[in-house]
């Protein structure tokens, strides 16, 4: 009996650190959920910082990365800034850039969780540019002119950049300074652009060459791999989609009898 009883014991302790685990997790996950709502920065709820301007509905997710210079970036209207995202405006903080903005982020920008965009010359992006996580845009380049000096001393080379309305900039994609994207560029993923590109080009590589480019008499050259998605039909709903989503395939459907 007293073995049992030890068993029993043992059984319920157990049990029971589990579900205060479990309810340390939930407290946890609930109090990094209002953490993350709170820091969050709008233009109603701005915090410590101070930007050009916010325009409506654009909201910077916490935790922020550096940010410094807010005085000369401008943000658009519903932007969508990711989590550990740098914006950075100068060398360093505190300098004086005078009148002009230098970071100017167009309406509907994306810029994916961990992006740095680092700038000291005039940065762009029109409206719509969809960027994915880890990407880098900066206007400034490490000069290694003198051999005596370590390479982080010496000043920079900056150069202005655009990103035309409607691009897409891979994860890991890097833009370099003097760059100039037309619109509705995709820049595939880990790629390094620098120089410009023409309007609807794809470009890939490191350094980034055009692999696919849009003509108005050809359409895309070379073509297409595969045929263009069907687009949701308007005013389809999001329980609408799940329940179709739910259903069995049906002859003559892709993959159906």
Known sequence: ?????????????????????????????????????????????????????????TRLAFPLGTVFGEAWIELGDHCIIGEQVTLTAGMMPGLDLGPDPVLRLGNGVV?????HVVTSAPVTFGDDVFCGPYVYVTSDN???????????????????????????LGTGSVIL???RLGRNVVVAAGSV??????DHAVVAGAPAKIVRRWDADSGWVPPLRTPAPSPVPGGVTHEQLLSVADLPPQPGDRGGA
């Open 1 to 57: 009996m007293p073995k049992d009883q030890n068993t029993f014991s043992r059984d319920a302790s157990a049990a029971l650190a589990a579900w205060g685990r479990r309810a340390a997790s939930r407290a946890v996950h609930r109090g990094w959920r209002w953490v993350q709502k709170a820091g969050a920065v709008t233009a109603e709820h701005p915090g410590p910082y101070r930007f050009r301007r916010i325009g409506t509905g």
């Open 111 to 115: 810029l994916g969780r961990g992006s």
């Open 142 to 168: 490490h000069s290694y002119d003198d051999p005596d000096q370590p390479i982080g001393r010496q000043w920079p080379r900056s150069a202005p950049v655009t990103i035309g309305s409607g691009s897409w």
């Open 177 to 179: 300074p003097g760059a």
């Open 193 to 198: 652009v620098r120089g410009e590109v023409p």
